[in-house]
Nanobody, 126 residues
Framework: QLQLVESGGGDVQPGGSLRLSCSAS????????IGWIRQAPGKEREGVAC????????NYADSVKGRFTVSRSNANNTAYLEMNSMKPEDTGIYYC???????????????????WGQGTQVTVSS
């Protein structure tokens, strides 16, 4: 059974960078689309980015376009979210999730993803 674990969260100043990792175990990620979803305090979960199983297609929320990059290494069974030029509004818990149906575009489908990690906290503050 697929399990996901996020890592790489932490505290960063505005304008800084972080790289999140989503490591999979129990099954291969080869057939899964991967999404990154965040939840800010007092707000609903927001889909941030997704990448299809092959890595050919990616999609980003307007709020992170040009600043965040989603990627994956199926050989390492890991997906990544590179976050640059970070803003205080990027603060939240970041989750990775997997979709065996490999849906794309992913906008609107994040809630249907079958497997979720436990989340990693990201705080952007001066």
């Amino acid at each position: 059974q697929l399990q996901l674990v996020e890592s790489g969260g932490g505290d960063v100043q505005p304008g800084g960078s972080l790289r999140l990792s989503c490591s999979a175990s129990g099954a291969t990620l080869d057939y899964y689309a991967i999404g990154w979803i965040r939840q800010a305090p007092g707000k609903e979960r927001e889909g941030v980015a997704c990448i299809t199983s092959s890595g050919e297609n990616t999609n980003y929320a307007d709020s992170v376009k040009g600043r965040f990059t989603v990627s994956r290494s199926n050989a390492n069974n890991t997906a990544y979210l590179e976050m640059n030029s970070m803003k205080p509004e990027d603060t939240g818990i970041y989750y990775c999730a997997a979709d065996l149906f490999n849906r794309f575009p992913c906008e609107g489908y994040y809630s249907l993803y079958q497997t979720w990690g436990q989340g990693t906290q990201v705080t952007v503050s001066s």
